[in-house]
């Protein structure tokens, strides 16, 4: 009796597969024994609901869904039509999962939230930053200038509220009582991040007075979003770290 049921429970479950990340290794590390998922890779919210990810991309895995620095194997149906390892990328799959589902497939990274160069010497480690440093009033700032693929901030141009919730209430950016609070807390949603753009989205080079007439490429393609949020002129970021990543769209000499 006890072997039937057994039987009948194996013949139910699909085949579990043990550990292992293989086929597409986006938004994994190497920790010296296995392929890892960094933070990245689960730091963003699914589009749609957690619970449809769970139906539309469900894992055989014993460790369940991926996670940060555990090895579970990314569910399948996120990148392939195959139905077992190794299987070839589809392409389709892996846009359709990427829009909708990023999280349970372990795809952050690969979004465009997260997919941006960080400055070359950043104050802290970006490959370890933790979803609460992400949302800590002392990090965030700091994380923005220099890990922005860290937490999300890439299209922010360096420029995000060090509190999350200042949106909740817009009056507060006109309060006559809370201009010292939205100065320091709310950059993004009150305007306050310095920004001397060019009206016209021409930018002005003041940090250099050189007059080259070709410049360094610019190392991330989020320069025209940055300039437009004033990353060229902002003074937070020191001159050689606006040239390292947008000399040409910045046009610094
Ligand atoms: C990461 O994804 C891209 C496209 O989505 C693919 O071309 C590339 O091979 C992948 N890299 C790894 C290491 O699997
Ligand atoms: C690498 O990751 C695996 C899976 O999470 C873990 O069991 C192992 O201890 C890690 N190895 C090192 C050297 O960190």
């Given at each position: 009796m006890f072997a039937l049921v057994s039987l009948l429970l194996a013949s139910f479950l699909a085949p579990e597969v043990s550990a292992v990340i293989g086929d597409d290794l986006n938004c994994t590390v190497y920790n010296g024994t296995f392929f890892v998922w960094t933070p990245?890779?689960?730091?963003c919210e699914n589009t749609i609901a957690d619970s449809s990810c769970a139906i539309l991309y469900p894992t055989?895995?014993?460790?369940g869904l991926p996670a940060a620095g555990n090895n579970a194997g990314?569910?399948?149906?996120c990148y392939t039509t195959a139905t077992a390892t190794p299987a070839a990328v589809v392409p389709d799959m892996k846009t359709a999962a990427l829009a909708n589902c990023a999280k349970t497939c372990g795809f952050c990274c690969q979004t465009d939230a997260y997919n941006c160069a960080n400055v070359a010497f950043p104050r802290l480690n970006c490959a370890t930053i933790t979803k609460s440093q992400c949302d800590s009033v002392t990090w965030r700032t700091i994380i923005a200038t220099d890990c922005p693929s860290a937490c999300g901030f890439c299209n922010q141009g360096g420029c995000?509220?060090?509190?999350?919730?200042?949106?909740?209430?817009?009056?507060i950016c006109q309060t006559v009582g809370m201009q010292d609070f939205v100065n320091s807390y709310c950059q993004r949603t009150c305007g306050r991040c310095p920004s001397t753009t060019a009206a016209s989205g021409t930018v002005t080079s003041t940090g250099s007075s050189g007059t080259c007439t070709s410049y360094t490429a610019?190392?991330?393609?989020q320069c025209t979003a940055w300039a437009a949020n004033g990353f060229c002129t902002n003074t937070f970021y020191t001159a050689a770290q606006r040239k390292a990543r947008c000399a040409t769209t910045c046009k610094l000499c």
């Open positions: 990245a890779a689960v730091q055989t895995d014993t460790l990314r569910p399948l149906a995000v509220d060090a509190v999350t919730n200042c949106a909740n209430d817009l009056s610019d190392t991330t393609t």
